[in-house]
Every structure is written in C-alpha cells, then in structure tokens.
C-alpha cells in the first residue's frame, strides 16, 4: 500500500515563502519522478516542477521562484516556493511514479495542500 502525505501548505502574504513536502512510504521498490502540480479554482490541474534521474523541468513561468528537490533516501520531495504572488494561490499536488516490483509501475497523488497567497 503506497501512501504520499503532503505538509506545508497555508496563508502567506505575497512575497512571502512557503516550503512544501511529500512523503511517499509503503511498498517501493524504485522512485522514477517526484513532481509537483496544481490546481486553481476553475482551472484545469498543471505542471509546477518534476524531477527525475536527477533532471528538474519547471514551468516556464516559475523559474527562478520555485525549487524542487528530493532525499532520495527518504523518498521525500520538497518544493521552496519564494515570491509568492497571490496567483500562485492553489491546491498543490505531489506525485511520485516509480515502481513497486522490477516488474510493477506505480503512479500516485497526493491528497493535496492548499497555498493561499493575500495580496
């Protein structure tokens, strides 16, 4: 059984920060990616930043304010969110695929934090 918790989230004022984690326990044989999304109201789920064999890929528009990381031995992925701006106001989404045999991919969510930023 696969579980991922997230932590972190909350109110912050804009230009302020906030570090997110998520910690992906159970039965993993291997982590391939860690990323994080999100997901405003009325808006449709996307790409914030992802890892994977060591490569990061942010969206354009976060470069330079977002940092994702990973302990790899803890199979944990963090995301340092600097310079809040109130548009960055989300429910973020961990993910982690990898597999749970040589022979078993898995691909989990998730339960979401909420990242509300005042202007």
């Known amino acids: 059984q696969l579980q991922l918790v997230e932590s972190g989230g909350g109110l912050v004022q804009a230009g302020g920060s906030l570090r997110l984690s998520c910690a992906a326990s159970?039965?993993?044989?291997?982590?391939?990616?860690m990323g994080w999304y999100r997901q405003a109201p009325g808006k449709q789920r996307e790409l914030v930043a992802v890892?994977?064999?060591?490569?990061?890929n942010y969206a354009d528009s976060l470069k330079g304010r977002f940092t994702i990381s990973t302990d790899n031995a803890k199979n944990t992925v963090y995301l340092q969110m600097n310079s809040l701006k109130p548009e960055d106001t989300a429910v973020y989404y961990c993910n982690v695929q990898g597999r749970t045999s040589p022979l078993r991919k898995f691909g989990s969510w998730g339960q979401g934090t909420q990242v509300t930023v005042s202007s």
């Open positions: 159970g039965s993993i044989f291997s982590v391939n990616a």
């Open positions: 890892i994977s064999s060591g490569s990061t």
